[in-house]
Each structure stands twice: as structure tokens, then as C-alpha cells.
């Protein structure tokens, strides 16, 4: 049972460059969730996703995409990478029964340069 | 919208009693949860208030006020690893119910 996974753990990336950084869990958990944590900033959700094939935005979607094909995978993307999407992006999940305990990745270091 | 304050840095040392206060101005809120994190690592959770009232989980406790719009975590018998910082988050209900995070108290534990 490895819990939250996310791949890749540091990428350093060039100004408009795209990624795509990748979520799995293994609770079967029917929501997940992304998070990006500035220094002093705390954690800030950009996207969250309440089952298979559904997705909604948080506070801070702009120059995110997201998608949710199968229950276990949640991917985040950036199009275009710019300098202020440097953060550290946690991915959670969580069961529709205990909406108060989401349970995080290890988190992906994204440099934009 | 939702705001959570909660100090920023928090001194003590090992054996020592700490109080971390959150208090928040939110709409649809339901709970308070408290996440610990250690430098690089990943939040945790330890703790949820639905109610008013003191909820005790081992050395770890958690405090809410609804009517004060106040919380706040304690934490007995202070250990080195708990230098960590430590979030409150309010879970709202605003057409899905979700956690909105505090910026986080970092705690330094002394010998």
C-alpha cells in the first residue's frame, strides 16, 4: 500500500516549456486534490476532482489543466511554464466519507526558469 | 471568501507545553484540522474539531470555538521531532466541501 505517489520528485524546467506531473493512489479514494505550496504562503489548491472524468477549479487554476481518466490518476499540467509556477506541488486524496483528512504525496520541486 | 491567521514561528523547549492559535473568518465552515509538516516532507494529518471542545489524540491536542471562530493545537511533552510547521485548515462548504490552509506556524523545539 504506497499510498499518494508523484512523478516525477524535481524537474527544472525552461520559461514556456509544458509538463505534465503525475498523481496515483491506491485507497480508492473518490476525490483528489492539487495543491502548490509557496514559502510563507501555505498550500493553495489549483484543482480538485470529485470522481473519474470530472474536474473543477480551485483558487489558483490559471495556467493549470488538469485531468482525471481513471479513479487512481490525477494529472496536472502546466502548457506553458512560467517563472512564478515555480513551487512545490503536492498532490492529496481523500474519501468522500472523511472529507477533513486528505492524505499528500511526497510532492514534486518545479523550477521554471 | 476564507482567511486563517496563525503565527508564524512558535519557540520552546523539549518537555515543554506549546499552544498554536488559528483563528478564521470563513462562510459553510464545518471543521477545523490541524496538518504537520516536516522541512521537506509532506503535510499530515493530526487532528479534526467538528464541535466545540478539547479533542486529545496521544501528546497532541486540539481545541475549537465556533462562536469565537477560534482554535488552537497543543502539544505536551515536547520532542526534538516535533520541530515542524504545523497548519490549521477550515474545512468549508462552498457547493463542495474542501480545506482551506492557514500559512503554518513553524515550531523550533530546543534541547
Known amino acids: 500500500n504506497a499510498g499518494v505517489t508523484q512523478t516525477p520528485k524535481f524537474r527544472v524546467l525552461k520559461t514556456g516549456q509544458s509538463m505534465t506531473l503525475l498523481c496515483a493512489q491506491d485507497m480508492n479514494h473518490e476525490y483528489m486534490y492539487w495543491y502548490r505550496q509557496d514559502p510563507g504562503m501555505g498550500l493553495r489548491l489549483i484543482h480538485y476532482s470529485v470522481g473519474e472524468g470530472t474536474t473543477a477549479k480551485g483558487e489558483v487554476p490559471d495556467g493549470y489543466n488538469v485531468s482525471r481518466l481513471k479513479k487512481q490518476n490525477f494529472l496536472l499540467g502546466l502548457e506553458s511554464a512560467a517563472p512564478s509556477q515555480t513551487s512545490v506541488y503536492f498532490c492529496?486524496?481523500?474519501?468522500?466519507?472523511?472529507?477533513?483528512?486528505?492524505?499528500f504525496g511526497p510532492g514534486t520541486r518545479l523550477l521554471v526558469l | 471568501g476564507q482567511s486563517l491567521e496563525q503565527p508564524s514561528e512558535v519557540t520552546a523547549v523539549e518537555g515543554a507545553i506549546v499552544q498554536i492559535n488559528c483563528t478564521y473568518q470563513?462562510?459553510?465552515?464545518?471543521?477545523l484540522s490541524w496538518y504537520q509538516q516536516h522541512d521537506g516532507g509532506a503535510p499530515t494529518f493530526l487532528s479534526y474539531n467538528a464541535l466545540d471542545g478539547l479533542e486529545e489524540t496521544g501528546r497532541f491536542s486540539s481545541f475549537l470555538s465556533r462562536s469565537d471562530s477560534y482554535g488552537y493545537l497543543l502539544l505536551q511533552e515536547l520532542q526534538m521531532k516535533d520541530s515542524a510547521s504545523y497548519f490549521c485548515?477550515?474545512?468549508?462548504?462552498?457547493?463542495?466541501?474542501?480545506?482551506?490552509f492557514g500559512t503554518g506556524t513553524r515550531l523550533l523545539v530546543s534541547p
Open positions: 485548515a477550515v474545512r468549508v462548504n462552498t457547493g463542495f466541501q474542501k480545506l482551506v
Open positions: 492529496a486524496s481523500g474519501g468522500r466519507a472523511l472529507q477533513e483528512t486528505q492524505y
Open positions: 470563513t462562510s459553510g465552515f464545518y471543521g
